[in-house]
């Protein structure tokens, strides 16, 4: 079984109603910071746990889980219409799918259609109801409520005495780059691994805690303590006494420390905390339960060969699980698939399920390309490589006062050869995107492969720039033609030998050794062109480009 869907109504960053339909595998999430990510793995480990950073949600009701947007809404209405002013709820529902669910279905859910699943509504409780109007009348409300308010958790079946125990889809939200701590342990690894034992271990290691309060009560030491307490406290006949924490039958699970190689689990290092939490979680032994891994981030605190490693045991050891990844790392969303991506923007998503199954491959392989960088960026010019990056960076700044493109929220992005994967990627997100490249000589060729993109295919959102006209000269003292058509000698053609030999701190006398110079230097001579305070002209179709 799985998770089919989620529904979130008026949640942190979600106003109104956001849906969002999942794999049966893994997904991952991009986005922009404040798109969501987050706050959608936190609403589906709420709904399947009740618990919110750690603790029940019933017990720690706030306002700020609630849009702001919305709470803002109901404050202007109150002040204009009093107690008839729509008070705001949130909702949380996840819908599921598989066997052995059919006592969570129902059509005790927003859409009223029967399906199998939890809801969690936030709402107002119609009891308060008067309390509530008195206040309204005395104009004492500034914020929500939220003491009127009550948590309703319930199946689709409209149980309400669900647990978690009882929901079949288990969760495990990891989050690298937070600790939350109990009595010292981290609570998510103790979890994790209670769920590996059985009842009778369970009860063992129960029966094993309460035996260390007989052998703690009788050391020596501890009892002249205790007698020389009982005799300093007279402020009761009671016995005073220090002992071992029994107060539950589960007293152990507070008290018992997760160690990794005789350390505490919380002084070892975050990446490999992750590294640890994650793998506990696909290794879990009730393999046959539907699972949700909810893993955050995954490359926070990780070398690349570490986070190679997790990418490697989630692909390999995540048969049966289903894992919402959430991520910044091009590295991550490559190596795990892009068909698996889905873009959030402006509580929409976006997915590249059909993308070129020769496209997804190439990525899988080549994960080190920055594909994130073309999908979560406002626009996009996509270059050769660094060389081609610095000039047009140059051509940018100069015609915009100084700025930078990504001051402006453009990304200039090397891509190599691979124009083309990076185009379709573009095409299906709809992505602003230019090229700048070379001619090379044969602009047949170029539009030959450019096909897609040109003349009767052009797309509104990506355009191809390119020398329009070949420069036909041939280098005289090369064993084979010098090439003419690439951005270095375009740039001495668009100046002349005197003006680079002063921008790349030259003394050539001869143009073709000033070429092959640049040829050999690239990198190095586009910096210089770069930094250079001198007035340079660069190619025409760079510029119309940047236009």
Same mark, same amino acid.
Not at 164 to 193: C, E, M, W
Not at 244 to 262: H, R
Not at 320 to 334: C, M, P, R, W
């Given at each position: 079984?799985?998770?089919?869907?989620? *529904?979130?109504? %008026?949640? !942190?960053?979600?106003?109104?109603?956001? /849906? @969002?339909?999942?794999?049966? $595998? =893994?997904?991952? #999430?991009?986005?922009?910071?404040?798109?969501?990510?987050?706050?959608?793995?936190?609403?589906?480990?709420?709904?399947?746990?009740?618990?919110?950073?750690?603790?029940?949600?019933?017990?720690?009701?706030?306002?700020?889980?609630?849009?702001?947007?919305?709470?803002?809404?109901?404050?202007?209405?109150?002040?204009?219409?009093?107690?008839?002013?729509?008070?705001?709820?949130?909702?949380?529902?996840?819908?599921?799918?598989?066997?052995?669910?059919?006592?969570?279905?129902?059509?005790?859910?927003?859409?009223?259609?029967?399906?199998?699943?939890?809801?969690?509504? *936030?709402?107002? %409780?119609? !009891?308060?109801?008067?309390?509530?109007? /008195? @206040?309204?009348?005395?104009? $004492? =409300?500034?914020? #929500?409520?939220?003491?009127?308010?009550?948590?309703?958790?319930?199946?689709?079946?409209?149980?309400?005495?669900?647990?978690?125990?009882?929901?079949?889809?288990?969760?495990?939200?990891?989050?690298?780059?937070?600790?939350?701590?109990?009595?010292?342990?981290?609570?998510?690894?103790?979890?994790?691994?209670?769920?590996?034992?059985?009842?009778?271990?369970?009860?063992?290691?129960?029966?094993?805690?309460?035996?260390?309060?007989?052998?703690?009560?009788?050391?020596?030491?501890?009892?002249?303590?205790?007698?020389?307490?009982?005799?300093?406290?007279?402020?009761?006949?009671?016995?005073?006494?220090?002992?071992?924490?029994?107060?539950? /039958?589960?007293?152990?699970?507070?008290?018992?420390?997760?160690?990794?190689?005789?350390?505490?689990?919380?002084?070892?290092?975050?990446?490999?905390?992750?590294?640890?939490?994650?793998?506990?979680?696909?290794?879990?032994?009730?393999?046959?339960?539907?699972?949700?891994?909810?893993?955050?981030?995954?490359?926070?605190?990780?070398?690349?060969?570490?986070?190679?490693?997790?990418?490697?045991?989630?692909?390999?050891?995540?048969?049966?699980?289903?894992?919402?990844?959430?991520?910044?790392?091009?590295?991550?969303?490559?190596?795990?698939?892009?068909?698996?991506?889905?873009?959030?923007?402006?509580?929409?998503?976006?997915?590249?399920?059909?993308?070129?199954?020769?496209?997804?491959?190439?990525?899988?392989?080549?994960?080190?390309?920055?594909?994130?960088?073309?999908?979560?960026?406002?626009?996009?010019?996509?270059?050769?490589?660094?060389?081609?990056?610095?000039?047009?960076?140059?051509?940018?700044?100069?015609?915009?006062?100084?700025?930078?493109?990504?001051?402006?929220?453009?990304?200039?992005?090397?891509?190599?050869?691979?124009?083309?994967?990076?185009?379709?990627?573009?095409?299906?997100?709809?992505?602003?995107?230019?090229?700048?490249?070379?001619?090379?000589?044969?602009?047949?060729?170029?539009?030959?492969?450019?096909?897609?993109?040109?003349?009767?295919?052009?797309?509104?959102?990506?355009?191809?720039?390119?020398?329009?006209?070949?420069?036909?000269?041939?280098?005289?003292?090369?064993?084979?033609?010098?090439?003419?058509?690439?951005?270095?000698?375009?740039?001495?053609?668009?100046?002349?030998?005197?003006?680079?030999?002063?921008?790349?701190?030259?003394?050539?006398?001869?143009?073709?050794?000033?070429?092959?110079?640049?040829?050999?230097?690239?990198?190095?001579?586009?910096?210089?062109?770069?930094?250079?305070?001198?007035?340079?002209?660069?190619?025409?179709?760079?510029?119309?480009?940047?236009?």
């Amino acid at each position: 079984m799985h998770i089919q869907k989620v *529904i979130i109504e %008026n949640f !942190k960053c979600f106003k109104g109603l956001f /849906k @969002l339909p999942l794999n049966q $595998g =893994i997904n991952i #999430l991009v986005g922009n910071n404040e798109a969501g990510k987050s706050t959608i793995l936190e609403a589906i480990h709420l709904a399947l746990t009740g618990l919110l950073h750690g603790r029940y949600l019933k017990n720690e009701l706030t306002q700020y889980i609630f849009n702001s947007e919305v709470i803002t809404t109901y404050i202007t209405e109150l002040e204009a219409k009093g107690k008839n002013a729509l008070l705001p709820h949130i909702l949380i529902e996840v819908v599921m799918a598989g066997d052995d669910i059919a006592e969570f279905e129902g059509n005790g859910n927003r859409e009223r259609a029967k399906q199998a699943g939890v809801s969690l509504k *936030i709402q107002f %409780n119609d !009891k308060y109801q008067d309390e509530y109007e /008195k @206040l309204v009348q005395a104009g $004492g =409300i500034k914020t #929500l409520p939220v003491e009127y308010y009550e948590v309703h958790w319930s199946s689709f079946a409209r149980d309400e005495s669900i647990t978690p125990r009882t929901i079949p889809i288990k969760s495990a939200l990891i989050d690298s780059a937070s600790n939350r701590y109990q009595n010292g342990s981290d609570i998510y690894v103790s979890r994790i691994i209670k769920e590996f034992l059985d009842d009778e271990e369970i009860v063992k290691i129960s029966q094993s805690h309460r035996q260390m309060k007989e052998y703690f009560m009788a050391q020596s030491a501890i009892q002249t303590i205790n007698e020389k307490i009982r005799k300093a406290a007279k402020i009761t006949e009671k016995q005073i006494e220090l002992s071992v924490e029994l107060s539950s /039958k589960n007293a152990w699970e507070s008290s018992l420390m997760t160690y990794l190689d005789d350390v505490p689990f919380h002084y070892i290092g975050k990446g490999e905390q992750c590294i640890i939490k994650t793998k506990l979680a696909l290794g879990h032994n009730k393999a046959k339960q539907a699972n949700m891994i909810l893993l955050e981030e995954p490359e926070n605190h990780l070398s690349y060969s570490k986070l190679n490693q997790l990418i490697d045991d989630i692909q390999t050891e995540q048969s049966e699980k289903q894992l919402l990844i959430s991520t910044h790392s091009s590295f991550v969303a490559n190596k795990l698939g892009l068909e698996h991506l889905i873009l959030l923007n402006n509580q929409k998503a976006a997915r590249l399920n059909d993308l070129n199954p020769k496209t997804q491959d190439f990525f899988r392989k080549l994960a080190g390309y920055d594909t994130l960088r073309l999908i979560l960026c406002k626009k996009a010019i996509l270059v050769e490589g660094d060389s081609d990056e610095l000039v047009v960076q140059r051509a940018f700044r100069e015609k915009h006062n100084g700025k930078l493109p990504i001051e402006k929220g453009i990304d200039v992005i090397s891509v190599g050869t691979s124009f083309l994967r990076f185009l379709e990627i573009a095409e299906k997100v709809g992505k602003p995107v230019v090229v700048i490249t070379d001619n090379d000589g044969d602009i047949t060729a170029l539009e030959k492969k450019y096909e897609d993109y040109l003349g009767p295919n052009e797309k509104a959102n990506i355009k191809i720039y390119y020398d329009k006209t070949v420069d036909t000269r041939r280098g005289t003292s090369d064993a084979k033609p010098f090439n003419f058509n690439t951005l270095e000698p375009r740039i001495v053609a668009s100046n002349n030998l005197a003006k680079m030999n002063t921008v790349l701190g030259t003394s050539y006398t001869d143009i073709e050794d000033l070429h092959r110079y640049m040829k050999a230097n690239k990198t190095d001579c586009a910096l210089k062109v770069f930094n250079s305070n001198e007035e340079i002209e660069l190619p025409d179709y760079i510029l119309e480009a940047i236009q």
